[in-house]
């Protein structure tokens, strides 16, 4: 009888063990988990894949450009960052996929949207697909300096060259869009897209030619993205929402940045007028209607200027931000430092590499 007792209690004592080790274990890896809505993933280190309407769940977006510091961005609470490519816009300084995953996690652990900036009308004197020989022989769909922002020069986007730098490929170079998509972005964020507007004196098909070219960006992006095990990348296009009219336009698009809606639009800081606003609104309310996201930002620095942008941004369906223009901080940063007297914004935004800078007054012959 005293064998069997003592077996008895030694087989409950195990028992116990069992079950406290299986509860251990279990609560483990209940805190490994990382949450995204209802979705799960799997182990901390991973997170979820991109939901389809992850774009639409975005509540609060930032917009920088300068000063990127991984795991500065990695701070922020937003949904949305768009950014660019490269720390200081060159092959040098590109995030990695590292980067990436550092970037996309929101400090309480769930997924944020990472868009790559990606200029489509411009060239950029600082990226890696820009010729020393342009200088004295440029191409000759390369054109005039933009004169508000130093180094960037105004192309003739429906040019062949210009398509293979951007998302084609040639002799075995990579495209602008094949570097964003192997570092593992989200999608891409075009600017410049109202390129097209000033150059319809010399390309009365302008319009139709930039509609077919973001057709075309968008598509082989998704493609590429695809080809990658990636089903979902995003394509924002900024301002030009004259384009919206266009079903075709709205169709390759997943959502729209419009900057100065209400604020700016001819003179910095000054309001717009309402002729203006209602008629951009208009436009806007055509991708809003597709149940696609409109993401407006404001270059402001008067407390009272900002909280009426942020409330009619709202109020018109857009997601609300406001930032220097300089595009070198985050939202809270930005406007925990503004006072009315601030003048610091109105500067242009410096090239993101000094040895452009040099340059700038007579980069081509």
């Known amino acids: ?88 816009g060159t092959k040098d300084g590109a995030f990695t996929e590292t980067d990436l995953d550092l970037i996309r996690r929101k400090p309480d652990g769930t997924r944020r949207v990472v868009l790559a900036y990606l200029s489509i009308g411009e060239a950029e004197n600082y990226r890696d697909y820009w010729q020393d ?40 170079k990579k495209s602008y869009v094949d570097k964003i998509v192997e570092a593992g972005f989200d999608g891409i964020y075009l600017d410049r897209v109202d390129v097209y507007s000033e150059l319809e004196t010399i390309n009365t098909k302008a319009r139709h030619d930039m509609i077919e070219f973001v057709r075309a960006v968008s598509t082989s992006a998704k493609q590429k993205a695809s080809q990658r095990g990636v089903e979902t990348f995003f394509v924002v296009a900024q301002n030009a929402e004259e384009l919206l009219s266009s079903d075709s336009y709205r169709t390759h698009i997943d959502g729209l940045g419009k900057e100065d809606l209400l604020y700016g639009a001819r003179e910095h800081g000054k309001p717009n007028s309402e002729q203006e ?60 430092s503004i006072t009315d007297s601030d003048t610091n914004i109105l500067a242009p935004r410096e090239n993101r590499q000094d040895s452009a800078q040099s340059n700038c007054a007579d980069q081509l012959k």
Not at 296 to 320: F, M, N
Request: charged share 20%; proline share 5%.
């Open 1 to 88: 009888m005293r064998v069997s007792y003592a077996f008895t209690l030694l087989h409950i004592l195990l028992s116990a063990l069992a079950i406290s080790s299986t509860s251990s274990i279990a609560a483990s890896e209940d805190k490994n988990q990382l949450w995204s809505g209802s979705h799960s993933t799997t182990v901390r280190g991973q997170l979820p894949a991109l939901e389809r309407d992850a774009l639409n769940k975005v509540q609060s977006w930032g917009y920088q450009l300068q000063a990127l510091d991984p795991k500065t961005l990695a701070t922020s609470s937003n949904d949305l960052l768009v950014v660019d490519y490269s720390r200081n």
């Open 133 to 172: 020989s342009w200088r004295n022989a440029p191409p000759s769909w390369l054109k005039q300096e933009n004169k508000n922002w130093c180094g960037n020069h105004i192309v003739q986007f429906w040019h062949p060259e210009w398509h293979s730098i951007i998302y084609g490929g040639a002799d075995g």
């Open 277 to 336: 606003i209602e008629y951009s609104a208009g436009l806007i309310d055509k991708l809003l209607g597709d149940n696609k996201p409109v993401f407006g930002v404001e270059y402001l620095h008067s407390g009272p200027a900002i909280e009426d942008a942020k409330t009619r941004l709202s109020e018109l369906g857009l997601i609300p931000l406001i930032a220097p223009r300089a595009l070198d901080k985050d939202q809270p940063s930005y406007e925990a």
